[in-house]
């Protein structure tokens, strides 16, 4: 089942990203205030969560997996260029299947599931062993050993504690 992408993850951290609430906080989207950038068509990501994101890159070195429904907006030559423009200091590896809209369309508690089921389709076909998923929607039920939860969409990532548990997370795995 594991094809050309497992040797590449063979000891190595991964993060499983979402991008809404967890880089891009509520103030960002929804504000009347909101930086636009013409070049992606969105908004900018917070810069203090993105700081907190390049300080778990710059010590645990992953590989990103994008899980967030951004996959369905733009590819990961463009996600990667709005991570550039960004200055996130990695790239975009890869991203999730899509099951929203196929196998999934209903209400929250579908949508947490389907990305659960995103993301474990993706760790049982590599065959991943070390990462972490981190997201605003509620994964513990399908991913309770492997996700990081962002409770408070105002702060993201940068959420008092989180760096240290996402660290402490892909070193012990």
């Known amino acids: 089942m594991c094809v050309n992408h497992c040797s590449i993850f063979k000891n190595k951290p991964v993060i499983f990203l979402d991008i809404d609430s967890v880089l891009a906080l509520e103030a960002q989207f929804n504000s009347n205030n909101k930086k636009w950038n013409k070049e992606y068509n969105r908004y900018y990501f917070d810069s203090k969560c ?17 899980s967030s429904d951004w996959k ?22 890869d991203n999730t299947v899509t099951l929203w809209g196929t196998l999934f369309n209903d209400y929250k508690t579908e949508l947490e599931l389907c990305r659960a089921t995103e993301i474990l389709i993706y760790v049982n076909k590599y065959d991943i062993g070390c990462y972490v998923a981190i997201d605003d929607l509620d994964l513990k039920h399908w991913i309770p050993n492997n996700f990081i ?14 760096k240290e548990k996402i660290i402490t997370k892909l070193n012990n795995n």
């Open 72 to 93: 369905d907006k733009y590819s990961i030559k463009q996600m990667n260029r709005i991570f550039e423009i960004n200055k996130i200091n990695s790239k975009i590896f």
């Open 149 to 162: 939860h962002i409770t408070r969409i105002f702060e993201g990532i940068k959420q008092s504690g989180l």
């Open 50 to 66: 993105v700081k907190v994101l390049n300080q778990i890159i710059e010590v645990v070195n992953p590989i990103i997996i994008l």
